[in-house]
């Protein structure tokens, strides 16, 4: 499992390097809500395109190695000791919207402006998703027991609309 601290230190590593992430998935929820609701196998980061070198070579020095390459979609990078980063990288449109490829080409994930924001994870202010984004890529597939909590929460604290 993940901890809060393996996030907050792979956030710092991601600075350091000079890129910009943006957390999703499961910990881009729990900072929304301000606090850690579950258990997490990994993190979801948002990345800049043009600075996945940077980014990819801090964390290969941090002893992160590519275990998956589903790019330009996805891919991820693991650590002997457990964490695992599930990286997407990111093309910024000049209005701060964003485009990430899929494995269908004609099916690109778009990401408007205003669904960039802020969140907390153990105290420290993150960049995340928005509620309407989360819950946005939270359709079209089967969801998990992890999916579950994840929507009812936001349904709770948001009173936004879930399709499951």
């Known amino acids: 499992m993940m901890s809060a601290s393996d996030v907050l230190s792979v956030l710092s590593v991601a600075r350091e390097a000079g890129a910009d992430v943006v957390i999703a998935g499961g910990w881009g ?12 196998k990994d993190l979801d980061l948002l990345h800049r395109r043009e600075q996945e070198p940077a980014l990819v070579a801090a964390l ?20 002997p000791s457990g964490p695992e980063f599930d990286l997407h990288p990111l093309q910024f449109a000049p209005d701060g919207s ?8 004609e099916k690109p994930f778009r990401y408007p402006a ?18 309407a984004q989360q819950v946005e890529f939270h359709q079209g597939y089967e969801p998990g027991e992890a999916d579950l909590h994840d929507m009812d929460r936001l349904r709770r604290e948001f009173g936004v609309a879930t399709h499951f």
């Open 60 to 79: 290969t020095a941090a002893g992160y190695e590519e275990t998956l390459d589903w790019r330009p979609a996805r891919f991820v990078l693991s650590h």
């Open 114 to 131: 205003e669904c960039f924001v802020t969140g907390t994870i153990g105290g420290t202010r993150v960049q995340c998703l928005s509620v």
């Open 98 to 105: 964003a485009i990430q490829s899929s494995l269908d080409p």
């Open 29 to 40: 929820v729990d900072a929304l809500l301000g606090e850690e609701t579950r258990g997490h």
